[in-house]
């Protein structure tokens, strides 16, 4: 017995033992892209430069209007290299030169780079000055040889810079600053050793440069007027001619140019048309020998003939967009041409020579989701055949990049997605009961065999392939991309509105996209020349009809930029993706409040409030108005005028008095005002909590049993101003000159509870409300370092209900009702400390009943992202903590805020460009969703006190059901044992 | 977006409550007095700290015909030059209707040689209500309507940009008299904000009740902005003692027993050996009761089991 018993209690030992070695609460690498996942994505391509060499990888390299230079993969759309530039590094060209080297000019001309073709390696960079400010203009010469160097020209900031394309250098630079003329373009003839720079002086001269390209050299400057004035427009139809428009818009100008002599031939645009009523522009498509107008919605294309006659060659409808010319064999040209019709878009290649034949003509169905064409680009290969083939790369109306090649798409990007601009959450439908799981899971074969190898891989007895195996079978599991509500609430929908108008929904689980829609309210059209999409916000989310009804989301925007614009609302359903309902140019929309509301449906209330201060309230039902009405007085709401330093409150007065009578729409009136002094404060950020913020307890019980009491309102505003010097750059202003003033408002009353002043200290500003603390970032000028700030409120009106006796005799006011129009006695408390990083965002955990403590979620500059204890930032730490404040969790106080490498959420990824970070709470108390988003979205589970309330993920069921298997055995072999020993015993 | 709310409240907490603030009140009416407390700036402490009580100002209105501050102004002994006095309007209005003035606020404006002015000893004095502003705020009471006012954003040159207003459900100041709470943030020689209210709390729901009194208990606070604490800044000595946690670095864990360290091997071994020596016990046991008990014998008559089997 004893060998036995004593083999058994090692085995079960060692089994504890290895189990209990699994836990852990760091990530290791194998837990990457367990609970996170990633997505990179470049934005919506504004230019695309192809490279296809004979052999080797074909690649198309892309500038972006997220400032990104991408190299794309032509056979499968992945990103080879990729470059995020600043925010302010706009991009203005981008072009190949020297067939290995990617040049892009950007910042206005001013910063010149060159990357390596192969992988994206910056080569050099050029910093290119000028006086002036003009249109930045990027040429390539293939040509353009001088001592064996290649050179590029450049025009920028009213400068012309001759750069080598080797090293960068610049070689020569021409200021044109001075002459005041306004450069359209730069013609460098192939061949020639010289370059025109033409351009106009006001709006009725034209002027030419003639310039040796060797050494900057001026050779010719000639200008001529013209008498009707230009419109501004210019099209270079050849290297000596040019088009524009008189300031009427009636006539054609083609100015020639040859040898620096300027001559003007004019056609008035009925000569050419006939009598048209449409007023021309010009397509800006770089075509040999002729080129486009766009009149009445049909684009005509004009050959512009030796003589400077023009002849109409085509006239073609429902174009939606035009490539520039590429040349194919033997020394000719074509471009391509995109129209749609029926459901489908049609791609024509012509050439440039003959504009009736078609080189291609294809037809592409296309989802009706990614809206018109706005741009393609055309390629041409040789075919197995022999002949031209050609492939386009079409940018959609929803920011989305496709390749088309043989009739089909080669694959498309979902580039919007770089672009987003709000996102809200949804649960996913409930499980039906119709469904069986086990038919939708695996079956009880595959859960054991998988848990036999995750056994074999905690014993240490798996094989290589049974590792991979198991990794795969982590990384793939069914579990986490199910469309239906699980039991944790990690499985979610993240409804995103892109730039484009495009509403996606993606699924947590791996982040695949299960809708999208692009709206139609938020679509160019007639009356709504700029649409703009806003936020989204919920409408509708079910809790009592969860089984029989869809939550659905408010989409709000408005159509142009000034906040006078009238709005557009419309609503979305969460699951399906189908509008629902949509209001095209309802009023102006300022503020959307949602009210804590809801109808009988579940709807949400939302008031909306205008440009004139008055409230509209949504949804558009009698039962509202009755809801609304009851709680008429009790809605306060405020309105921030950053630009006049002014904060005002508001409350409802009645119904509107329109001559309309509207009975959803709302008067308000001001009840108060707080007026910065415009010479010494200027507003730079207000920061509210979180409407959905979940406060677990009010008291706070610190180390020596005291009891302190959070001031806990949803109706406290943060709000940091400047000084109006400090509000510019860092180290524009001295320390003396720039100080932060915050303050904590409560917004019913607009009483300032706490306002403070830190000196020398200047913005930006990033700040975050959670329970009764905020914490804010910004410059510390005379440090020279940045630093985070917390401010604690605490409720001293409550702070006396710690006797016992007053408890029991109810003599309490902790169910007293609340008022903010009680004179509040709240005690702050604030602490400093420095911080490292720069700030793009901010937030914090939340959590689903506010139990599990708070991180800090930090989006640093170089776009991950930390996770940092609230401890950290408590403002009672103090030098040497006693025993009981130890035990509290106070941690001994620093100067600087601590960044521990293990702490980044994003681990080794970024989150290129990174705008935004969105925590969601999951069901399970402990856990917290966080989505990271920018050019590229990052999406984890974080759980700030580690996973307290559930067991690890990779919780092998199978060791415990053996080891509880093999006990209950030992049990018996040691009973059958020890009977027989007995009974041996006995017998003796 | 505000929401003031309620909870539900049981009657008898009402009543509770309603005693505790009326206890309140004549405790309130109990301490008033007519002096004027010093400013804590006059003593020249530049952004002083401004605690509740120090500059605290309570006044009792003048009159109906109304005066400008007499009988409690006091000589000061600061630089004559670089004071000069100053007044300003508070204004009034009724629900929506128009402002009209309620009241003057005094103050000196003291020059400070860095050239900043700031304001001190503030004073006021309440124009009473008449006949017809009774009525209207009688029927403020009613409606539970809003009673506002205002002063000007800047006193040199009223109203500066514009006024800043504050309001306050006008049942909320009916006690005694009618008791009011003035917070001015000041800026220099500009007014930020007034936060106007009563001086305690104005529990919800609001009880219609009219002033015994139509009789104004001012409370005046001028605030100033704090100056925010700094960073902490270690030297490098004090770096050196508390060091270690200085630069981020995770406090290595204290070191633990022996026992806390090990126990994970102890217990299997304990049972090992234990296990051993139930063995060996049981061999030597067997081993003595075949071939030579007799050694053995008083150890093993004193084993139950054995001594059961002998007996039988």
């Not at chain 1, 002027?207 to 210019?234: C, M, T, W």
């Not at chain 1, 205008?610 to 949504?618: K, M, T």
């Not at chain 2, 008299?177 to 917070?183: K, N, R, T």
Request: glycine share 8%.
């Amino acid at each position: 017995m004893g060998v036995a018993s004593m083999a058994i209690r090692g085995f079960l030992l060692l089994l504890l033992f290895l189990s209990a070695a699994h836990l852990s609460f760091s990530l290791y690498e194998d837990q990457v892209g367990l609970m996170d996942w990633h997505q990179q994505y470049i934005g919506k391509v504004k230019e695309a430069v192809f490279h296809t060499p004979k052999s080797g990888r074909r690649r198309v390299v892309v500038s972006t209007e997220e400032n990104v230079i991408a190299s794309l993969d032509l056979r499968h759309g992945g990103i080879i290299w990729r470059r995020v530039l600043g925010s302010n590094d706009v991009i203005s060209g981008i072009d190949i030169a020297l067939g290995k080297y990617v040049i892009t000019l950007s910042s206005d001309g001013s910063i010149l780079r060159a990357w390596n073709l192969p992988d994206g390696q910056m080569v050099w960079e050029s910093f290119l000055e000028g006086s002036g400010s003009s249109k930045s203009l990027l040429s390539v010469p293939t040509s353009l040889k001088i001592d064996k160097e290649n050179l590029i020209l450049v025009f920028g900031k009213g400068s012309l810079h001759a750069i080598s394309s080797i090293d960068g250098d610049v070689l020569w630079e021409k200021d044109f600053a001075v002459e005041s003329v306004e450069v359209q373009q730069i013609v460098q003839p192939i061949g020639g050793d010289v370059a025109y720079v033409v351009g106009f002086v006001g709006s009725s001269h034209f002027d030419v440069y003639q310039i040796n390209v060797r050494n900057g050299e001026l050779l010719k400057h000639n200008s001529a007027p013209f008498s009707g004035g230009f419109s501004g427009e210019a099209l270079l139809v050849s290297s000596e001619i040019l088009l524009t428009l008189d300031s009427t818009r009636s006539k054609l100008v083609l100015v020639s140019f040859q040898d620096g002599e300027i001559n003007y031939q004019q056609t008035p645009i009925s000569d050419i048309f006939g009598d048209s009523l449409g007023t021309p522009v010009l397509l800006p498509s770089k075509l040999p020998g002729f080129f486009s107008v766009k009149l009445n919605g049909a684009v005509i294309f004009i050959r512009v003939t030796g003589e400077g006659k023009l002849e109409v060659l085509d006239k073609v409808n429902n174009v939606a967009a035009i490539s520039g010319a590429i040349s194919i064999s033997d020394g000719q040209q074509a471009f391509g041409l995109v129209q749609h019709g029926d459901g489908k878009i049609h791609l024509t290649v012509k050439p440039t020579h003959d504009s009736s034949a078609d080189l291609l003509k294809e037809s592409i169905d296309m989802d009706n989701q990614r809206g018109v064409v706005h741009k393609v680009f055309v390629n041409n290969y040789i075919r197995t055949d022999r002949s031209n083939g050609f492939r386009a790369l079409i940018v959609m109306e929803d920011d989305s990049l496709l390749l088309l090649q043989q009739g089909a798409v080669v694959w498309s990007r979902e580039d919007g997605l770089a672009s987003i601009i709000d996102v809200v959450t949804s649960e996913l439908p409930v499980e039906k009961v119709g469904v069986s799981v086990a038919k939708v899971e695996q079956n009880l074969f595959d859960w054991l065999k998988g848990h036999i190898l995750k056994l074999k891989g905690t014993l240490m007895l798996a094989s290589a392939a049974d590792v991979a195996a198991i990794q795969e079978m982590r990384l793939k599991s069914f579990e986490k991309s199910k469309l239906t509500r699980d039991h944790n609430g990690f499985r979610k929908l993240l409804i995103v509105l892109t730039r484009a108008g495009k509403l996606f929904a993606l699924h947590t689980g791996y982040g695949q996209v299960v809708w999208s829609l692009l709206l139609p309210t938020l679509r160019k059209s007639e009356t709504c020349k700029y649409p703009t999409g806003l936020n989204i916000y919920q409408w509708q989310v079910p809790h009592h009809h969860a089984m029989d009804e869809n939550p659905s989301v408010l989409i709000v925007g408005r159509c142009g930029q000034s906040s006078e614009a009238p709005g557009v609302l419309s609503i979305v359903d969460a699951y399906t993706g189908k509008e629902i309902n949509s209001m095209a140019a309802v009023h102006s929309i300022v503020q959307v409040i949602p009210l804590p509301f809801t109808d009988s449906t579940e709807q949400r209330l939302h008031l909306l409030i205008d440009a004139n201060q008055r409230g509209h309230l949504y949804p558009r039902t009698s039962e509202a108005v009755d809801i609304f009405q009851r709680e008429f007085t009790n809605i306060y709401w405020y309105s921030v005028e950053a630009d006049n330093g002014i904060i005002k409150g508001h409350a409802l007065k009645g119904n509107c008095n329109q001559e309309a009578v509207d009975s959803y729409c709302f008067e308000s009136k001001d009840i108060w005002s707080i007026v910065f002094p415009s010479d010494s404060e200027k507003i730079i950020a207000t920061v509210t909590r979180k409407l959905s913020e979940v406060v677990h307890t009010q008291a706070k019980v610190i180390a020596d049993s005291e009891v302190m009491y959070k001031y806990i309102s949803k109706n406290l505003l943060f709000v940091a101003t400047v000084a109006p010097k400090g509000s510019g750059e860092i180290g524009t202003a001295s320390p003396e000159e720039s100080w932060l003033t915050v303050y904590l408002i409560d917004t019913v009353t607009g009483r300032i509870l706490h306002r403070m002043t830190h000196h020398g200290s200047q913005g930006p500003v990033h700040a975050v409300f959670s329970e009764n603390w905020v914490v804010y970032h910004y410059f510390n000028l005379r440090a020279h370092r940045y630093e985070m700030s917390v401010i604690e409120i605490y409720d001293q009106s409550r702070a006396d209900n710690k006797d016992v006796l007053k408890l029991v005799l109810g003599k309490h006011n902790l169910t007293s009702p609340i008022s903010s129009y009680s004179r509040p006695e709240v005690v702050t408390k604030s602490q400093s400390y420095y911080f490292t990083y720069s700030v793009k965002a901010i937030d914090v955990t939340l959590t689903a009943k506010g139990i599990t403590s708070k991180q800090l979620l930090i989006g640093t500059i170089n776009d991950q992202v930390l996770a940092l204890d609230k401890r950290f930032l408590d403002p009672r730490r103090s030098l040497n903590p006693t025993q009981e404040e130890k035990e509290e969790g106070i941690i001994p106080l620093t100067d600087a805020l601590p960044i521990i490498p293990q702490s980044y959420v994003t681990h080794n990824l970024k989150v290129e460009g990174l705008r935004g970070i969105v925590t969601v709470p999951a069901k399970l108390e402990s856990t917290t969703l966080a989505f990271t988003y920018g050019v590229d979205l990052f999406f984890t589970q974080l759980a700030p006190s580690r996973t307290y309330d559930s067991l690890t993920d990779d919780f092998s069921y199978a060791l415990l059901l053996i080891t509880i298997v093999a006990l209950i055995a030992a049990i018996f072999v040691t009973w059958v044992w020890s009977e027989k020993k007995e009974l041996k015993e006995k017998w003796r | 977006m505000a929401l003031s709310r309620s909870s539900s409240q049981s009657s008898h907490r009402r009543l509770i409550f309603v005693i505790s603030a009326v206890l309140c009140i004549t405790v309130a009416a109990a301490f008033q007095s007519d002096e004027l407390l010093v400013d804590d700036e006059e003593f020249g402490l530049e952004g002083g700290l401004h605690t509740k009580s120090p500059d605290l100002t309570f006044t009792r209105p003048t009159p109906p015909p109304p005066s400008t501050t007499a009988s409690t102004t006091r000589k000061r002994f600061s630089d004559p030059d670089s004071d000069s006095k100053i007044q300003f309007q508070l204004h009034h209005a009724f629900g929506d209707s128009d402002f009209s003035p309620a009241g003057t606020f005094s103050a000196r404006l003291k020059t400070w040689n860095h050239g900043g002015q700031t304001l001190t000893k503030l004073r006021f004095s309440r124009n009473a209500f008449t006949e017809e502003e009774k009525e209207k705020f009688a029927l403020l009471l009613k409606g539970d309507d809003f009673y506002r006012i205002r002063l000007p954003s800047s006193i040199l040159n009223p109203p500066g940009r514009d006024y800043v207003i504050s309001s306050v459900k006008a049942r909320c100041l009916p006690r005694e008299g009618l008791d009011e709470h003035f917070v001015i943030h000041t800026d220099g020689i500009n007014i930020l904000a007034v936060n106007y209210g009563s001086p305690g709390a104005c529990p919800y729901p609001r009880q219609m009740k009219l002033p015994g009194k139509w009789f104004f208990n001012s409370h005046t606070v001028l605030k100033n902005s704090e100056q925010a604490p700094r960073a902490p800044v270690f030297a490098e000595e004090i770096l050196g003692v508390g060091g270690e946690v200085g630069e981020g670095e995770i406090v290595p864990p204290p070191e633990r027993s022996f026992w806390a360290k090990y126990w994970m091997y102890l217990i299997p071994l304990g049972l090992i050996v234990m296990n051993a020596i139930t063995q060996a016990m049981n061999m030597a046991e067997e081993g003595a009761g075949q071939p030579a008990g007799q050694a053995q014998q008083p150890a093993a008559v004193q084993r139950g089991s054995s001594s059961a089997v002998r007996r039988r």
